[in-house]
């Protein structure tokens, strides 16, 4: 299933399903306006509801020929409060946390994880409810832990807790996780998301888990707490991709130091050719509003001036009054932004790349050529996407175009800035040129036309040959076939 015509925008659009993206026609009105990737939220909503939307996502997305991917966002050790009513917290309060499942006094506060409060230390703090309440925490005896309110106000019932200054010594799973993994396995899909990743051996947990159930799809970290932030690193070199989730990010470090997070994250992972997703109250106001703020179209411009592959609406999409209106909104955010990206110095800037391989040097390479013949396209034809993902993160000019022999791995592709994937179903016999027929299936697709100028780079320009990465410029002419240029 391919795209009949190459999108203008290379910005990806990640929207997140929900009550107000279930009606069908509210469905497809996002996917025309732009959805990219389908975001399924495993902290909320039933087991049958989140199979029936991934369900109704493939029908429509194949009834309008586009590749959209489904990652699954998995729920991740998120704290909340436990609580039946809302409660006064008054500055000065003492409020005693019970360190199990059962209150210990019937005063006490109980969390949904409880056993993480065994990692606070005293002076560490405790925020609630993204940090609008602050409490302190003091001694901890007999199964209880002592706080102090530092800053008061009403805590209502199952609003998050944060630990911000507490390392925490949870599983990088948890029983929800696994849970959530089974049923994304039963709707095949496309990515998965580990919320509160905070090492780079989390990836290979997830791995394992994953292919417990028979699924074998790249994973995401997203990087919401202060310890993910130090080892981003690493971290980005063990996950195939990140998510700046900057809500619990704002939260778990100074909100004056997120911005400068985005960009160093943004930054690592487009070095590693690795996506990046920018995530959270980008266009929070049209939850309620047909029209974002002015700061919030600034916030989607300035992720895109990053470097962020994708850029994400959650509520917005989920639950908001206005789903199509606010993907509508971003994609002309994004196109705008993206025809100043060369003017502003943010299009074809080198990278800064060290230790490079043979494929670093390749691919760079390629992206200039490119550049310095005018070429109309770059193609490479792939088998997981990785070369393409190399091409994209120096953000060339010319449009690069990805044929890849199953749907599954075009689905994958579908965040990646700027990619055009397309579906190659030729070369199916040892001896095969590639390079030719990933032409001719970018020609069949409508991705380009005769006359085009052409960069194409193959690892394996022989099918089930030696890997001998080949640059060939060519011209498409008459049927797609390659020229002479």
């Known amino acids: 299933m391919s795209q009949s015509t190459a999108m203008p925008r290379r910005t990806r659009i990640v929207a997140t399903l929900g009550p107000a993206t279930d009606p069908p026609e509210i469905l497809r009105a996002i996917l025309r306006a732009g959805v990219d990737v389908a975001r399924v939220n495993f902290s909320h909503g039933t087991d049958e509801e989140h199979l029936g939307r991934i369900a109704r996502l493939r029908e429509a997305a194949a009834e309008l020929g586009k590749n959209v991917a489904v990652l699954a966002d998995l729920p991740g050790p998120k704290l909340r409060v436990r609580l039946k009513e809302p409660r006064d917290l008054k500055i000065g309060d003492e409020v005693i946390f019970s360190i199990s499942h059962d209150p210990i006094n019937s005063t006490d506060l109980t969390i949904t994880e409880p056993e993480m409060l065994a990692d606070v230390k005293p002076d560490d703090r405790i925020l609630l409810d993204d940090g609008r309440l602050q409490l302190i925490a003091g001694r901890a005896e007999n199964q209880r832990l002592f706080t102090k309110v530092k800053m008061g106000g009403k805590l209502l019932p199952n609003k998050g807790v944060n630990l911000p200054d507490t390392p925490l010594t949870i599983p990088a799973l948890t029983d929800r996780d696994r849970e959530a993994i089974a049923i994304a396995a039963k709707g095949n899909v496309d990515w998965l998301a580990l919320s509160f990743a905070r090492n780079p051996e989390a990836a290979g947990e997830l791995r394992t888990e994953a292919l417990k159930h028979g699924l074998n799809v790249p994973v995401l970290a997203k990087i919401e707490r202060p310890e993910a932030v130090e080892a981003a690193e690493a971290i980005i070199a063990a996950f195939d991709g990140i998510m700046v989730a900057r809500g619990d990010l704002g939260v778990e470090i100074p909100l004056e130091r997120v911005p400068t997070a985005q960009k160093r994250l943004i930054a690592l992972a487009r070095v590693a050719g690795k996506p990046v997703i920018t995530a959270t109250d980008m266009l929070d106001s049209m939850r309620q509003n047909p029209r974002p703020t002015r700061a919030e179209a600034g916030d989607v411009a300035n992720a895109i001036y990053d470097g962020t592959d994708a850029v994400m609406l959650s509520g917005e999409t989920a639950v908001g009054l206005y789903p199509v209106d606010a993907v509508e909104c971003m994609s002309r ?96 016999r040892t001896g095969d040129d590639r390079i030719t027929g990933a032409v001719q299936a970018a020609f069949d697709q409508k991705v380009i036309e005769a006359g085009n100028l052409l960069v194409v780079l193959a690892g394996h320009p022989v099918e089930g040959g030696a890997h001998l990465p080949t640059i060939r410029l060519t011209r498409v002419g008459a049927g797609g076939a390659a020229c002479e240029p």
């Not at 760079?364 to 034809?381: F, H, K, N, S």
């Not at 449009?399 to 994958?412: F, H, K």
């Open 333 to 428: 955010i994004a196109l705008e932004a993206e025809s100043h990206l060369l003017e502003l110095g943010h299009l074809g800037v080198e990278l800064r790349l060290t230790d490079l391989s043979i494929d670093d040097h390749i691919t760079e390479m390629v992206v200039e050529l490119a550049d310095r013949v005018g070429a109309d396209a770059i193609i490479t034809p792939t088998i997981s996407g990785r070369t393409a993902r190399l091409l994209a993160r120096h953000r060339p000019k010319a449009t690069v175009i990805a044929p890849a022999p199953t749907e599954s791995i075009l689905r994958q592709m579908a965040v990646v800035w700027g990619l055009q994937p397309v579906l190659m179903d030729y070369c199916r």
